[in-house]
């Protein structure tokens, strides 16, 4: 099946400071991505769709200027992080379709877990 | 509104014995539906999916599930559990392309010896 792979897996960061986490399609091209917050024992809520060559779709709620989403190539996607706070820490997970799917079936990416200090 | 309602937040099952986890959704239109897997600290593998055709799908790891649409239905069974299958568990619904998919709130089950 198609592979996607999220890095870095972990990071812990300073309170203020910015954190990069990509997503990538190993095998596939993926024209659309999708990132999730998951709070503990929570299920994911989706942030963003995140299309290729053009900007991302927020979900009512999300603040774009702080979560910002680029997906520059048909293989990756990455979300920033800005000025990152304590309430920010939380595991993100990205998602891929894969193109002409019509099947819907997602292929989710390892998952980061951000914890702000 | 689109829905996904997994009733049960976690079960407890022997080794050995069989499992049942409920997935009841609200859907505008022809859903497809998936189960997925998320281990601790991992992001989700799908287990099975459906989206038409027969109504029972078989999945990966002895898994499957059925469609029951006069129910709104879409439960998760395996005849005999291992103790590798605790886990969380989540329902989903979707569409084309994997938009507007949305997750149930997830079944946690662990697996006693």
């Known amino acids: 099946g198609a592979v996607v792979s999220q890095h870095p897996s972990r990071v812990i960061c300073k309170s203020g400071t910015s954190v990069k986490i990509e997503c990538r399609s190993l095998?596939?091209?993926?024209?659309?991505m999708f990132w999730y917050r998951q709070f503990p024992k929570q299920s994911l809520m989706l942030m963003a769709t995140?299309?290729?060559?053009?900007?991302?779709?927020?979900e009512q709620g999300v603040e774009k200027d702080k979560f910002l989403i680029n997906h520059a190539s048909l293989t990756l996607s990455t979300l920033t992080v800005t000025s990152a706070h304590p309430e920010d820490s939380s595991f993100y997970i990205c998602?891929?379709?894969?193109?002409?799917?019509?099947?819907?079936?997602?292929?989710f990416g390892e998952g980061s877990r951000l914890t702000v200090l | 509104a689109q829905s996904v309602t997994q009733p049960d937040i976690h079960i407890t099952v022997s080794e050995g014995a069989s499992l049942e986890l409920r997935c009841n959704y609200s859907?505008?239109?022809?859903?497809?539906l998936f189960w997925y897997v998320q281990s601790p600290g991992q992001g989700l593998q799908l287990l099975l999916k459906?989206?038409?055709?027969?109504?029972l799908v078989q999945g990966i790891k002895g898994f499957e599930a059925e469609f029951k649409r006069s129910q709104s239905s879409f439960n998760l069974r395996k005849p005999s559990v291992h103790w590798s299958d605790a886990a969380e568990y989540f329902c989903?619904?979707?569409?084309?392309?994997?938009?507007?998919?949305?997750f149930g709130a997830g079944t946690r089950l662990f697996v006693k010896a």
């Open positions: 995140s299309n290729e060559g053009s900007k991302a779709t927020y």
């Open positions: 095998d596939f091209q993926a024209t659309t």
């Open positions: 459906y989206f038409s055709g027969d109504t």
């Open positions: 989903a619904v979707g569409s084309t392309g994997g938009f507007k998919t949305i």
């Open positions: 859907y505008g239109a022809t859903p497809y």
């Open positions: 998602s891929a379709s894969v193109g002409n799917s019509d099947t819907g079936e997602l292929f």
